[in-house]
């Protein structure tokens, strides 16, 4: 029904820069809440980013000032640039995304495959 398709991990070195993106398709009416997940081995998936349909975003503390979250209306896409990256960051990213689809009446959340991505020391 719908599809978000991920893409743009890989392995980084420390302080290199990632972009990753997630396209929504489907039968798409609405894109209402995006946002962005990670789980690292071991560990609970957390939210790292998100963006409202208005384009408000939030930020997990530990990447404030290097991840940035935005959306391509058009596209049905939303991405995640992340500088400066740490070991920290590695994990799989999971897109999320709430959705009215054209065949529904409420809304509901999609998640993406995950992509992984590795920094490097």
């Known amino acids: 029904q719908v599809q978000l398709l991920e893409s743009g991990g890989g392995l980084v070195q420390a302080v290199g820069s990632l972009r990753l993106s997630c396209a929504a398709s489907?039968?798409?009416?609405?894109?209402?809440?995006l946002g962005w997940y990670r789980q690292a081995s071991g560990k609970q998936r957390e939210l790292v980013a998100s963006?409202?349909?208005?384009?408000?975003?939030n930020y997990a503390d530990s990447v404030k000032g290097r991840f940035t979250i935005s959306r391509d209306n058009a596209k049905n896409t939303v991405y995640l640039q992340m500088n400066s990256l740490n070991p920290e960051d590695t994990a799989v990213y999971y897109c999320?995304?709430?959705?009215?689809?054209?065949?529904?009446?409420?809304?509901?959340?999609?998640w993406g495959q995950g992509t992984q991505v590795t920094v490097s020391s």
């Open positions: 999320n995304a709430n959705i009215l689809t054209g065949l529904t009446y409420y809304p509901r959340n999609y």
């Open positions: 489907g039968s798409i009416f609405r894109i209402n809440a």
């Open positions: 963006i409202t349909g208005g384009g408000s975003t």
